[in-house]
């Protein structure tokens, strides 16, 4: 009986201790795409990259995924690396990164991108246990008056709760 307690509480203890799993987000993407199904993708890294990842050093506001030869791979997100680096190795901040995921996966996302005119958007980056995952969207663009529209109603949608905030703290 006792055993049964042990493993509960460690288990408990365990997920508490995690803390915040977000790295990094694209902050961005909801507003220039209209996002449609999102992926998950592990991320080759080099072990560089992972010490500067648990630093914090992560930026993906201009990142973009591309298919080449049947793999996907991400362009443009940005790892900037710590000064304590290993000197042997030349640390390239933008380099091209390739992405890990099932091949029914990836056959599906090269058939919406290639015929349908899809975008593969990282929309974010976060801890799954000791790995590196990366949120991909299959995204639209957005024409300048979607962007507008959307604003609009954002701005609609504020309004109209600060009015019933105040309307329920008068009655």
Do not use: C
């Amino acid at each position: 009986m006792s055993k049964k307690n042990n493993a509960k509480n460690t288990g408990s203890a365990k997920g508490s201790a995690d803390g915040n799993k977000t790295i990094a987000l694209n902050r961005s993407a909801r507003h220039e795409y209209h996002l449609e199904a999102r992926y998950e993708a592990g991320i080759a890294l080099q072990g560089w990259e992972l010490k500067s990842i648990r630093a914090g050093r992560m930026n993906m506001g201009d990142a973009y995924a591309l298919v080449k030869n049947g793999e996907i791979f991400l362009f443009g997100a940005q790892i900037t690396p710590l000064s304590q680096a290993s000197t042997h190795v030349v640390a390239d901040d933008r380099r091209t990164r390739k992405l890990l995921m099932h091949r029914h996966e990836i056959d599906k996302l090269v058939g919406k991108v290639e015929r349908d005119g899809y975008t593969l958007i990282p929309t974010a980056a976060y801890w799954k246990g000791n790995k590196v995952k990366l949120e991909l969207a299959l995204a639209k663009g957005k024409q300048s008056h979607d962007k507008r529209q959307a604003s609009k109603d954002r701005d609609w949608q504020r309004e109209k709760e600060r009015t019933m905030r105040r309307h329920n703290k008068n009655a």
